[in-house]
């Protein structure tokens, strides 16, 4: 089943910043998030596996929250090449194909 | 690390022919591929799971007849469009798991084929 992301869209000025939500009805095992610029494929972020951790990577960062079946990725201090549309994809279990969201586009402005 | 490549990177054909696109993980064996499609502004959405010296497992819509999925090796999963129409035009890509242990619930992305059907 499709993961549901929130919000759809965002636009932000540079150096604010941004939460986007990914929430399943299902078990999750793994929680992929990916960004994707126009016309290129998704490029790898960060996965973050049950046990409710959370992950960093420079300013960006997320959380997995296995009870609640929700991960949040989070955007600080936001620069202009974070634009693009951010997918989750979850997992129900390990090495399963993932299920993708329909994506959150965030547009970062000077 | 964790290279995927595709190719080609874009094709253009006539109705009714048939395109094979390639997906190979450079730099590590992949026991697991998995082909995603994806039109214009929408989301990726799985058409099958391949799996080395196994028949792919296909979701439910998509036709293993028109789609047909090779994993002939640990490096390599095929996917052969045949008979292509216009609705077929789309973004595909490909993404492979390693096999290594410890690493299986990683994915990572090819670079993506776009396919136009004219």
């Known amino acids: 089943q499709q993961p549901v992301q929130s919000p759809q869209a965002v636009i932000l000025r540079e150096g604010e910043d941004a939460v986007i939500n990914c929430s399943s009805s299902?078990?999750?095992?793994?929680v992929h998030w990916y960004r994707q610029k126009h016309g290129e494929a998704p490029v790898f972020l960060m996965i973050?596996?049950?046990?409710?951790e959370q992950k960093g990577h420079e300013k960006i960062s997320a959380s997995f929250n296995e009870k609640k079946q929700q991960s949040s990725l989070y955007l600080t201090a936001s620069q202009l090449s974070y634009s693009g549309t951010y997918f989750c994809g979850t997992a129900s279990n390990s090495g399963y194909a993932l299920n993708f969201g329909k994506g959150t586009s965030l547009l970062v402005t000077p | 690390g964790a290279v995927v490549s595709q190719h080609p990177s874009r094709v253009i054909c006539k109705s009714g022919t048939s395109v094979k696109i390639e997906c190979r993980s450079l730099d590590f064996q992949a026991t697991t591929m998995f082909w995603y499609r994806q039109f214009p502004k929408q989301s990726l959405m799985l058409m099958a799971t391949s799996n080395e010296g196994s028949k792919a497992t296909y979701e439910q819509g998509v036709e293993k007849d028109k789609f047909l999925i090779n994993h002939a090796s640990l490096t390599l999963s095929t996917l052969t469009v045949t008979s292509a129409h216009p609705e077929d035009s789309s973004f595909y890509i490909c993404s492979a798991s390693p096999s290594a242990s410890g690493r299986r619930n990683e994915q990572f992305f090819g670079p993506g084929t776009r396919l136009t059907v004219l």
């Open positions: 299902k078990a999750l095992y793994s």
């Open positions: 973050l596996l049950k046990g409710g």
